[in-house]
């Protein structure tokens, strides 16, 4: 298969340019005139004929527009529907559904917080350290640890600032941060009529919040969790229509 690779002009010099078949550079280093320049890609992948786009991690990878797009462009969008992102994509609405299917979930904001009086409202209900977290992030990025009150006014603004940066959008929301938690993700297959788990990774061991390692199986769950963690993904994501490979995360 050939590939097209997009790339800002940052990236003038990265290994993925160098070692595709062709290059396309889709706009300068801010990533929203660039990576989040959806004309510029879908540009990019007529202007090569390109019959299929994958989007990569972060970005765009998680925006159901942007699947949209690409379909009714008439290339094959290489992920999860629109409709699945829609549902999946978007952290606040995930939690949603995930508590609808029977998953344990984080305390914190049921919803989108807009304001700092409310994040502090919220923080001090469920107790500091809290974790303020982009609605539409992913690979790390527009996540911060707030230790106190003091902190949360600077903190809620870069936050956002970073969503809307990242991501294309600036929705934040809070959920109770651990310090030492064990970060377990179950993996999934799942097609019209079956799914599948692939059992576990642990991916505790991590650097600004991106994993370094995964280790499967993971060293510290019981039969009993195990069972329960794989039970409760299979059924939640065969309930909600999933299509394709995905991952359940688990503190």
Do not use: W
Not at 39 to 64: C, K, M, Q, R, V
Not at 126 to 139: C, F, N
């Amino acid at each position: 298969l050939k590939t097209v690779a997009v790339y800002s002009s940052a990236d003038d010099l990265s290994l993925h340019k160098k070692f595709a078949d062709e290059a396309i550079c889709i706009g300068p280093p801010d990533p929203i005139k660039s990576y989040l320049n959806i004309p510029a890609i879908i540009s990019a992948a007529e202007l090569t004929n390109a019959d299929a786009i994958h989007p990569g991690y972060g970005f765009l990878s998680e925006n159901s527009n942007f699947a949209e797009v690409v379909d009714k462009h008439g290339i094959k969008f290489i992920g999860p529907t629109p409709e699945i992102i829609k549902m999946m994509g978007n952290k606040i609405e995930a939690k949603r559904i995930a508590k609808l299917n029977g998953l344990p979930i984080i305390e914190g904001s049921d919803g989108a917080v807009t304001s700092v009086a409310t994040a502090k409202k919220i923080a001090a209900q469920i107790g500091y350290p809290v974790l303020l977290k982009a609605s539409g992030g992913g690979g790390g990025k527009g996540m911060k640890i707030v230790e106190k009150s003091e902190k949360i006014d600077e903190l809620f603004a870069t936050a956002r600032l970073e969503a809307k940066k990242y991501f294309g959008n600036d929705e934040i929301y809070i959920e109770k941060f651990f310090k030492n938690p064990r970060h377990i993700e179950v993996q999934i297959l799942s097609g019209k009529n079956r799914t599948i788990h692939l059992h576990e990774r642990d991916c505790s061991v991590q650097r600004r919040h991106q994993k370094l390692i995964e280790e499967t199986p993971s060293p510290i769950l019981s039969d009993e969790i195990r069972k329960d963690l794989f039970e409760k993904t299979v059924n939640m994501v065969s309930k909600i229509g999933y299509e394709g490979a995905g991952t359940v995360e688990f503190i």
